[in-house]
């Protein structure tokens, strides 16, 4: 549900990988110069120097951010996404244009020609992502650096932007417009915006092209509110699977041995309680502790497991009815 941005990452892409590889002759009319823009009045260059990388790690670092800003476009559509990039996209090549004038009125820096590609609008898809997507902690590094959902994007961004010597006027740039372009006391999102018969045309034109069919071999979670979740819950079904499949591991290796669970080595308790009381095979009611009741609920998920409807009631009752402590005793042993 995201075919502009698959769009942007493929055909760049591949044009930036033809021109690198195998026409690099014609690298030349993809150059973002300034000088030629300024004194030539090459307009042109704007367009194409602003749309395709010259330099691989470029591609490479701003078709992973595009992949990663592709939820905008699942969560805007498809034309109000398009609106963002083409503002964005407007506003970075005037505030290019002010930057490079501004530095080289305060620190005499002449600067004509920037990195080439489309980075403006890149760095300003991080000015949403900032705002509204949530923050969600996954781990900690050293007890004290937090490992959120959103730190590989970042470090992605920060690789970009070390990659050239005034790329960091693109990324400001980009900046500054994706900020404008959100801003609601601006309304620069009102006036810079694809046209309805504009959308239209590439929807009946590009998209059936860039579009493709939900996969059919992935399993529909419909009650994910945001990614997060969404990506959360896959993860447990995930989880599930690999249980399941230690499951049938464990029960292969059981009936290869052909022996029961150890429970021996697994409950002592359980093997003090035989011995104490089975020894003449004749249990006192006084010493016989009161049965433990199993819900047959949970009897049944271990069933379900693979498990012997035995094997499920003894580890039940020797974890004092704890689904997932009896779980992991029956596989591991």
Not at 118 to 146: E, K, M, N, W
Not at 275 to 282: F, G, I, S, V
Request: proline share 5%; hydrophobic share 45%; net charge positive.
């Amino acid at each position: 549900k995201a075919p502009l941005s698959k769009s942007l990452l493929l055909v760049p892409s591949a044009i930036s990988i033809l021109l690198t590889l195998l026409f690099q002759h014609y690298q030349k009319f993809f150059a973002y110069n300034l000088q030629a823009i300024k004194e030539d009045f090459q307009i042109w260059r704007l367009v194409c120097g602003r749309t395709i990388c010259l330099d691989l790690k470029d591609t490479f670092c701003s078709s992973l951010l595009i992949y990663n800003f592709r939820i905008f476009e699942r969560r805007y559509g498809s034309r109000k996404f398009s609106s963002f990039l083409l503002g964005a996209w407007m506003l970075s090549a005037l505030f290019d244009l002010l930057l490079v004038e501004i530095a080289q009125y305060i620190f005499g820096i002449t600067i004509n020609s920037l990195p080439s590609g489309f980075l403006g609008p890149v760095f300003a898809l991080f000015v949403p992502f900032y705002c509204s997507i949530p923050r969600v902690q996954v781990t900690q590094v050293l007890g004290h650096f937090s490992i959120t959902n959103k730190t590989l994007v970042y470090i992605l961004g920060l690789q970009l932007l070390t990659s050239g010597s005034y790329i960091w006027i693109l990324a400001l740039s980009g900046l500054v417009s994706g900020i404008c372009y959100n801003s609601s006391i601006l309304k620069v999102h009102r006036i810079l915006r694809v046209p309805s018969w504009v959308a239209r045309i590439f929807s009946w034109t590009l998209e059936p092209i860039f579009s493709s069919a939900e996969p059919t071999n992935e399993i529909r979670l419909g009650m994910g509110a945001t990614v997060d979740i969404q990506r959360q819950q896959r993860m447990e079904l995930l989880d599930r699977q690999i249980m399941m499949s230690q499951v049938a591991q464990m029960r292969r290796q059981r009936q290869q041995q052909g022996g029961m669970i150890n429970w021996n080595r697994l409950f002592p308790p359980l093997r003090h309680r035989h011995n104490a009381n089975y020894q003449d095979h004749r249990p006192t009611e006084q010493d016989t502790p009161p049965p433990t009741e199993v819900s047959e609920e949970q009897v049944a998920r271990l069933m379900e497991m693979g498990f012997s409807r035995g094997d499920a009631l003894e580890a039940l009752r020797a974890s004092n009815n704890d689904l997932n402590v009896a779980t992991n005793f029956l596989l591991q042993h």
